[in-house]
């Protein structure tokens, strides 16, 4: 099973993919997490990953996609999840066509659906108890960085709501739910 989380940065896709993993046996594809360990692989990818990501440059989709294979033509456990890619039309359509060349397709989309106050509040609000705990704290989970992730979602990566849900692969759930509730509902689409 193949599945896509998508949703505003700390809808609780992580959250929710970790449950997958641990339930489900699927392999989650972070693609921050997948950029990370090519880097430090010494792969002839990772030194192509690296250079670029040294030089502070953005890593292309072609790479990505390219990672995302690899992992395609490995383990396949439980199915993949895809956290963090597609961000954009274009990479959307890059995936399907590397899915279809490996005889795979997408099983669901998943949005996790919030309302951006609502959001707002309970990330500023888990920064604040994660810091009077003495615990670490992202530093973007403020109000300021998070509507500026925000707005950089609805300018590129909103659009695959619509584009997944006109090829009848679209399921939402209410994100802002509790933990346990948003994994049923999750549970629930995927049988």
Do not use: C
Request: no cysteine; hydrophobic share 40%; proline share 3%.
């Amino acid at each position: 099973m193949n599945i896509i989380l998508l949703g505003p940065p700390g809808a609780g896709k992580g959250t929710q993919a970790g449950r997958l993993v641990e339930d489900r046996g699927m392999i989650q594809l972070s693609t921050g997490d997948m950029l990370r360990a090519a880097r430090t692989s010494g792969t002839e990818m990772g030194n192509k990953v690296a250079a670029i990501m040294d030089a502070g440059e953005l890593v292309t989709d072609e790479i990505v996609i390219g990672l995302i294979e690899e992992k395609l033509e490995g383990e396949q456990g439980g199915g993949f999840i895809f956290d963090g890619f597609p961000r954009t039309l274009a990479q959307a359509d890059a995936l399907g066509a590397l899915l279809e060349r490996h005889g795979q397709g997408l099983d669901a989309v998943i949005e996790l659906r919030v309302n951006d106050e609502i959001l707002i509040d309970r990330i500023v609000n888990r920064a604040e108890q994660a810091r009077a705990a003495g615990q670490p704290v992202r530093a973007d989970d403020n109000a300021e960085s998070l509507k500026i992730r925000l707005m950089e979602y609805y300018k590129k990566t909103s659009p695959l709501i619509g584009y997944y849900h006109a090829k009848g692969d679209l399921k939402s759930v209410d994100g802002l739910g509790e933990i346990d509730a948003v994994g049923a509902a999750i549970a629930d689409i995927l049988g």
